[in-house]
């Protein structure tokens, strides 16, 4: 299932025609869930046009690491919707507290402007199905398909 990793962030997978589903890779938790937020947004717009002019600070909590990735990537999709801001760099922090799985991150961006950024696919959540967190070859990954 996950391929080559050294040097990439992230790839997208084929097998799901309905859905886009994505690998994130990253040394540590931390790399790979800043990784899965790019990749998601890469899916909404092209990540490369998006300028650093606003910053978000983020922090969920859950019992377990999908829940932790899955109430990430939902808070970006809330603060994009809400907001309008697209992100395209991110800084997190995971950390296992009292039971409980905590990230606290950063998510950098700009107001969404269709002059200047595409507009690819709308996500719509983020389930639980399909998803995986693991470890191959000494590098983190996490497997995401998103309801579009």
Known sequence: MVIEMVGKEFEYLEEHTADVAFIAYGKDLNEVFQNAAKAMFNVMTDISRIEKKEKRTIKVVDDELKGLLKNWLQELIVLFDV????????????????????????????????????????????????????????????????DI
Do not use: C, Q
Request: negative net charge; aromatic residues 12%; hydrophobic residues 40%.
């Open 83 to 146: 907001d309008g801001i697209a992100f395209s760099e991110f800084k997190v922090n995971i950390e296992k507290e009292n039971d409980k799985w905590v990230l606290e991150g950063e998510a950098y961006g700009e107001l969404f402007d269709p002059n200047k950024h595409t507009s690819g696919l709308e996500v719509k959540a983020i389930p639980y199905h399909w998803m995986e967190i693991g470890e191959k070859n000494g590098l983190k990954y996490a497997r995401v398909l998103l």
